[in-house]
């Protein structure tokens, strides 16, 4: 039945298709793309790197990592012995267990779980839907721009890794979010107090060397909130984010792969064992709504595992779905409303699952009713909720939406390019009325003054009046493509460029992470890259000549060794969570054959050893 639906579903955007290219002349009715292919590249380069600005802890942020705390106001308290350059917030802590890490939110030094849980899924969930979206153009660590000390994409000064640039960000997020949740009764989902954080203005590793009482920690660890229950939607988000990780980066390193799905497993359990509840920020006031959340939840760590357990727990979370008037929440994907997210989980299982057509169903509500074009490039229900005459953040909503067409696309097998998406990003791109775009460093026109602290990587505390002292961002100051969606405007033609007008000009990391999944969807279509060939297996490969066959696999595997064998052969193969599903030695040293008929579905690892060298490669069992 789910999959008669979706043919039905297919024949009706062929006739509507055909239908609006016949009567249609409007920007918003073509299907053609206002950009070359190689800028809607450079727009999923900038606004995937943009998260590597927002780094504190350890990890290399590119954006301050050569940053000398030359000229701090003399009002900051600055403890210049304190300092380290291009580090920021090493005292995060609980006691003597370490919070270093993670992502601050907008242009502020605050860790907001409200946000940051629910970006770090955002991303990853976007990456498996569209996995031949998602380029390799630079390192975790970034020295290719950092030595050559030139961060544009025209410089072309990125080295690749052999990871998907988009997972080299994730993993920062899930490698705190490894520390977040520290056991099934103890989940840590904020760092910083956004009103000290506002005291000051200045960069986030000049802000770490003030007193805490200025939002620094030059003389202790600044706050940590953590959770004993009633962060129910926060955790479940968390456990999405590690158990999507899980299969994302299995093929890179099994053993992380692993320790994301076990705390994946310890986050589902806070979640089952503690108080059911939301916990209020002040800067992040949130529904007290979790529901949709678990059935995410509960369906990646199903995909994850194979667990039926974990199916039958999400199905029995799915009742929302049978009235319109629960699903119809009249709003749009975002922090604080994730139905779309749940209902794709669900639709995307088929006829695994008892609701998947019906998750389907609610997510064509959402695609083509709730989110359906009324006029120009915006799509339907915007936000009312304003500041200073404005809704905060506008352009966030769009991109959200469009990503959630994106995914029911996915889901129905279109394979055209949708003109729904691809209008509304192109706006924000900056094919509108005044040829400005929304994404800082893009194009030639975009926002000189936003609100973002680092950006300007200066210390003179008061930026907001003294604007006039900060440099213009155009194209020609190096750290220009950052890569930073801002709210922007509802109408074409008012955004302010100010940086006190914050509600237009300030952007944050759940702003980005809708547009990062619409533009990975677009490059999937238009810029393909080889999912199962990154530049580590091609290097592998070209020196070892191990070929492995067919992929997906169903029955049974061959596997061709060619010159990689010198010795005895030992073939593994891996499941998701670390484990040895088989073990063989091989004696014919230049072929053999492997049955998986009794491996369960899933993503799995082969390794094949001879002496000191090993090879390995990611598989697909149907």
């Known amino acids: 039945m789910f999959k008669k639906v979706i043919k039905m579903i297919r024949l009706k955007y062929s006739v509507l298709g055909f239908l609006c290219s016949i009567m249609c002349s409007s920007a918003f009715a073509q299907a053609d793309l206002s950009f070359s292919n190689d800028q809607y590249q450079k727009a999923l380069w900038m606004t995937t790197r943009f998260y590597g600005a927002q780094r504190m802890g350890e990890g290399v942020n590119w954006l301050v990592a050569t940053h000398e705390a030359d000229n701090v106001s003399n009002q900051i308290q600055f403890d210049r012995s304190k300092f380290v350059k291009g580090k920021s917030f090493l005292k995060d802590a609980d006691g003597d ?174 979640v089952e064992n503690t108080q059911k509840g939301t916990t209020k920020a002040a800067y992040y006031p949130v529904e007290d709504r979790y529901i949709h959340d678990m059935v995410s939840m509960y369906v990646e760590l199903y995909k994850t595992t194979k667990d039926p357990e974990y199916l ?171 890569g930073y969606l801002v709210g922007g405007s509802r109408e074409n033609g008012q955004y302010k460029d100010d940086i006190n007008n914050y509600s237009g000009t300030e952007g944050g990391i759940d702003y980005n992470a809708g547009l990062v999944g619409a533009l990975g969807y677009i490059n999937s279509k238009i810029n393909p890259v080889p999912v199962d060939n990154t530049l580590v297996e091609s290097i592998e490969k070209d020196e070892m000549d191990c070929v492995l066959s067919p992929n997906p696999v169903q029955d049974r595997m061959n596997i061709h060794f060619g010159k990689f064998v010198k010795d005895q052969v030992k073939v593994e193969i891996i499941d998701a969570i670390g484990c040895i599903r088989l073990s063989k030695v091989v004696s014919d040293k230049s072929y053999c054959s492997i049955d998986c008929s009794e491996l369960g579905k899933g993503i799995y690892l082969v390794r094949v050893t001879s002496g000191d060298e090993s090879f390995t490669k990611q598989i697909i069992k149907k």
């Open 97 to 270: 267990y370490d919070l270093t890490g993670g992502w601050v939110d907008c242009g502020d030094f605050v860790l907001f779980g409200q946000t940051f849980f629910y970006s770090a899924y955002m991303l990853v969930l976007g990456y498996n839907t569209f996995p031949e979206g998602y380029p390799d153009f630079y390192s975790e660590d970034y020295h290719g721009y950092i030595d050559s000390d030139d961060y544009t994409w025209e410089g072309k000064q990125g080295v690749p890794d052999g990871i998907p640039d988009i997972l080299n960000e994730v993993k920062y997020a899930t490698d705190f979010i490894l520390k977040a949740v520290r056991d099934n009764r103890t989940f840590y989902y904020q760092k910083g107090d956004g009103d000290v954080d506002h005291k000051i203005w200045c960069t986030s590793t000049v802000k770490s060397a003030i007193p805490v009482s200025l939002g620094g920690e030059a003389d202790g660890p600044r706050m940590i909130l953590k959770a004993t229950g009633n962060a129910t939607a926060m955790a479940s988000q968390a456990a999405s984010a590690l158990a999507a990780m899980a299969r994302a980066y299995a093929k890179y390193d099994a053993d992380y792969a692993a320790a994301c799905t076990e705390k994946a497993k310890v986050a589902c359990e806070f």
């Open 312 to 482: 039958r727990k999400a199905e029995e979370n799915c009742s929302w779905m049978n009235n319109r008037k629960e699903y119809n929440y009249n709003y749009s994907l975002c922090y604080d409303h994730r139905e779309d997210l749940a209902a794709y989980n669900m639709a995307s299982l088929g006829d695994e699952s008892v609701y998947g057509e019906k998750a389907l169903q609610v997510l064509k509500f959402y695609a083509d009713t709730m989110y359906i074009p009324n006029s120009g490039y915006f799509l339907n229900k915007l936000p009312g909720k304003s500041w200073g005459g404005e809704p905060w953040g506008v352009l966030r909503f769009p991109g959200n939406q469009a990503f959630v067409r994106a995914l029911y696309d996915k889901l129905t097998g279109e394979e055209t390019l949708s003109p729904y998406i691809s209008a509304t990003v192109d706006y924000m791109l900056g094919h509108n009325g005044q040829n400005f775009s929304y994404v800082v460093g893009f194009g030639d026109k975009y926002p000189a003054y936003s609100h973002h602290r680092n950006l300007y990587r200066t210390d003179i505390n008061d930026l907001e009046k003294e604007q006039a002292k900060l440099p213009r961002v155009n194209n020609t100051y190096k750290f220009a493509q950052l």
